[in-house]
């Protein structure tokens, strides 16, 4: 079993920046790939990046440019690196691990950390 426990959510005007964390129980070379999703309010959870443990990344359309996504193996810890929010980016971010086993993957899931931009 894989614990994340997601940091750094909270209230900030648009234009400001914002950096969360997701630490995890395990050695982050246990894990294939972590990633950032956000469920604004009223909608569903959406992609928002991942990255792999061998550095690739990937990011939803709207965020490219503006977020970035991190991993520090020595703190067990993925990032996501927030600039130039807006207030459709208001929502709660959630981060996910990704664990390959024999014939398919586990996942897990943070308990979610509230964004709340201001306008």
């Known amino acids: 079993q894989v614990q994340l426990v997601e940091s750094g959510g909270g209230l900030v005007q648009a234009g400001g920046s914002l950096r969360l964390s997701c630490a995890t129980s395990t050695s982050i070379f246990g894990l294939h790939t ?4 956000r469920q604004p309010p009223g909608k569903q ?5 991942t990255i792999t443990t061998g550095g690739s990344t990937n990011y939803a359309d709207s965020m490219k440019g503006r977020f970035t996504i991190s991993m520090d193996n020595a703190k067990n810890t993925a990032y996501l690196q927030m600039n130039s929010l807006e207030a459709e ?3 709660v971010y959630y981060c996910r691990a990704e ?4 014939g398919g993957k586990f ?3 943070g308990q979610g950390t509230q964004v709340t931009v201001s306008s």
């Open 107 to 109: 996942e897990y899931w």
């Open 99 to 102: 664990r390959l086993v024999l």
């Open 34 to 37: 972590m990633g950032w999703y």
């Open 45 to 49: 959870r959406e992609l928002v990046a």
């Open 89 to 91: 980016d208001t929502a």
